[in-house]
């Protein structure tokens, strides 16, 4: 949100000498790793030498940006549920990811030669696909199925479509951050995205209320759901659904949060470090919301269940 100003120790039992076992072999993870490091290291050095200097611009420039921010977040969580779902793997190589790898080789290319940051963050995915199916196969990638779809996440959208949307949003936020504070009691009006509040006239910026806050936060959610696993499908499609309201919700508790630090504190404040206090406040809002939803939905399909079976 931008801001404009008109004017200014342990128990004994457990010390108990104990003979030290001897070493046994190691545990198979580790083995099966050892094992298969001559295959893949050139793989994973040619995956480096590509994508090193992608990572490095993407974390001095568009991932310390607010509207991309999520995009590190989003990387590291599908790396980590890939690797929850390694040990499910079954190697039955295909030809098919050659085709594939072509395919992301050719999209790096692009957008790294013309800077189409769409392109070149979206062949991360796609290379990576490939050498799933070209060294493990097809079951390897409908087992990792989630952790590439939740990379799509990172990839940002055309400009043009962002903006046509974030629009209507931005709007929609505004005048409920209005309402909810004027019906509070607080001296504010509204004209367009620009809400004047006291001295302040603060601005409604994309990062406080754009689609791709919209989009991370369903990643959030899309993200809890996997982990849950629950076992209703009205339960995971309901909360799926509702994620839609709990973002906007939670843009909207952003919002109000801002203003009212500014309103208090200043404007230097509600720039300052609470600017980025309010970033965490939007995150803690939607899983705290994301909680109590998935709670209420437990709890009417188990009263439900209970009144099936009387």
């Known amino acids: 949100m931008t801001i404009q100003v008109p004017s200014g120790p342990p128990a004994p039992a457990m010390l108990a000498a104990q003979a030290t076992p001897a070493a046994g072999p190691a545990p198979p993870v580790h083995a099966g790793l050892r094992a298969a490091l001559p295959e893949w290291w050139p793989v994973l050095a040619g995956l480096a030498a590509l994508f090193l200097p992608t990572m490095y611009s993407l974390f001095t420039g568009a991932w310390i940006g607010e509207e991309q921010a999520h995009g590190p977040m989003i990387f590291a969580l ?4 890939g690797w929850r779902k390694w040990p499910d793997v079954l190697a039955q190589p295909s030809w098919l990811g050659w085709p594939l790898l072509a395919l992301g080789l050719a999209l790096h290319l692009l957008g790294r030669s013309q800077q189409i940051l769409m392109f070149e963050i979206g062949s991360i995915i796609v290379v990576l696909a490939a050498i799933v199916l070209a060294k493990l196969g097809p079951h390897a990638l409908r087992v990792l199925w989630f952790p590439f ?48 509040i006291g001295q302040y006239q603060l601005l409604v910026a994309d990062a406080c209320a754009g689609l791709q806050t919209l989009l991370t936060l369903e990643a959030l959610g899309l993200f809890y759901l996997n982990l849950m696993r ?21 843009n909207v508790i952003r919002v109000i949060t801002l203003t009212l630090v500014t309103y208090y504190l200043g404007d230097a404040a509600g ?34 269940r209970a009144g099936d079976g009387t």
């Not at 599908?78 to 549920?81: D, G, H, M, P, S």
């Not at 990379?151 to 409920?176: D, G, H, I």
Request: proline share 6%; net charge positive; hydrophobic share 60%.
């Open 271 to 304: 720039q300052g470090f609470l600017h980025g206090f309010a970033g965490m406040v939007l995150f803690l809002t939607a899983l705290v919301l994301i909680l109590t939803v998935d709670s209420s939905l437990q709890w009417y399909v188990a009263r439900r």
């Open 230 to 250: 629950h076992p209703s499908a009205f339960r995971n499609i309901g909360l799926a659904i509702l994620i839609i309201p709990i973002s906007f919700s939670a």
């Open 78 to 81: 599908a790396l980590w549920l």
């Open 149 to 196: 779809f939740f990379m799509l996440f990172m990839v940002p959208l055309p400009s043009e479509f962002v903006a046509a949307v974030t629009m209507p949003m931005k709007m929609a936020v505004s005048w409920a951050t209005e309402h909810l504070l004027f019906g509070a009691g607080y001296p504010i009006a509204r004209s367009g995205v620009i809400l004047q």
